[in-house]
């Protein structure tokens, strides 16, 4: 009878002992796109020469009628720019003054509103996706390099990387543009 004890007890331990071992390897072998990246900081820039940006693309047609506005914000000033073409042609730019105190509040309400919260994407590539709607990009440079990316798009939440408040975010970024209506009237891509 002890020698039955020891023979289970010993059974216990190889089967928990394997155990383990099928959970360390299932957990080595997860892709890494399944473990989540450390988030960015959008308030971490408030300091420094930075530029966030917000793109909205119209619906995808013929080279001739694509449309895009982009929207960038530094510490120093705001810029509106109405893109021509899936290249990017700047085909009109307003630039307005900006200070330090504005664009430190300006990143705060963008922190609130999760500019940097990323989700797990329907997609890894935004090329092609709400062909009938709007797409919308949210970037993070300084210095030149890519802070972050996200993407979203106007036909589904579950769509893009972004993981924030898509309206908050647009109506934000629109107001740093003091006419922004004006400018963007006719583009139907609001």
Do not use: H
């Not at 619906?59 to 021509?84: C, H, M, P, W, Y």
């Not at 309400?109 to 709607?133: H, I």
């Amino acid at each position: 009878m002890l020698m039955n004890r020891y023979g289970l007890a010993l059974l216990g331990a190889i089967i928990a002992v394997i155990v383990i071992v099928v959970l360390i390897a299932v957990r080595l072998m997860t892709p890494s796109a399944d473990i989540p990246v450390e988030q960015v900081d959008v308030t971490d820039y408030v300091d420094t020469s930075a530029t966030v940006r917000y793109t909205v693309q119209g619906n995808i047609v013929g080279q001739d009628e694509f449309n895009a506005v982009r929207i960038s914000v530094t510490k120093g000033r705001r810029t509106v720019e109405q893109l021509s073409g899936y290249t990017g042609s700047v085909v009109n730019r307003q630039t307005y003054p900006n200070n330090q105190a504005a664009f430190e509040a300006f990143l705060y309400a963008l922190d609130k509103a999760g500019y940097t919260e990323e989700q797990v994407a329907r997609s890894d590539d935004e090329r092609g996706m709400c062909p009938f709607g709007r797409r919308f990009i949210m970037e993070i440079e300084e210095e030149g390099d890519e802070v972050s990316r996200l993407w979203a798009t106007s036909c589904s939440r579950r769509d893009g990387s972004f993981g924030g408040d898509m309206s908050t975010v647009r109506k934000l970024f629109e107001a740093q543009i003091t006419d922004y209506r004006d400018l963007t009237s006719g583009l139907g891509i609001r």
